[in-house]
């Protein structure tokens, strides 16, 4: 069982920045692949950034892609989304989720653990 948290979400300006913690609980949070995930009103939950459990490996949706940074603290059982120059279309829920070994990290179906998410709102 893996309980996840997320934290720093907040209303911000266009063009400004915002990172996005997720603290999980367990034991074993290191052999688990992490994903942050965004809904906005209205609209279905969708892929912004995954990485592997090593950290060596890191994935992002082409919307994000070089603005947003994922990394992990595997001795803090931390998750993180460092996200610069926001748009306001970023508005959204920010959730991070969790599996063992997910076939396809963009796939909501493929994880098992999620938290309960973050409001993440940017003004024009």
């Known amino acids: 069982q893996v309980q996840l948290v997320e934290t720093g979400g907040g209303l911000v300006q266009a063009g400004g920045s915002l990172r996005l913690s997720c603290a999980a609980s367990?034991?074993?949070?290191?052999?688990?692949?992490m994903g942050w995930f965004r809904q906005a009103p209205g609209k279905v939950r969708e892929f912004v950034a995954a990485?592997?459990?090593?950290?060596?490996?890191?994935y992002y949706a082409e919307s994000v892609k070089g603005r947003f940074t994922i990394s992990r603290d595997n001795a803090k059982n931390t998750v993180y989304l460092q996200m610069n120059a926001l748009k306001p279309e970023a508005t959204a829920v920010y959730y991070c989720a969790a599996d063992l070994d997910p076939n396809n990290y963009s796939d909501t179906d493929e994880y098992d653990y999620w938290g309960q998410g973050t409001q993440v709102t940017v003004s024009s």
């Open positions: 990485i592997s459990w090593s950290g060596r490996y890191t």
């Open positions: 367990g034991r074993t949070f290191s052999r688990y692949t």
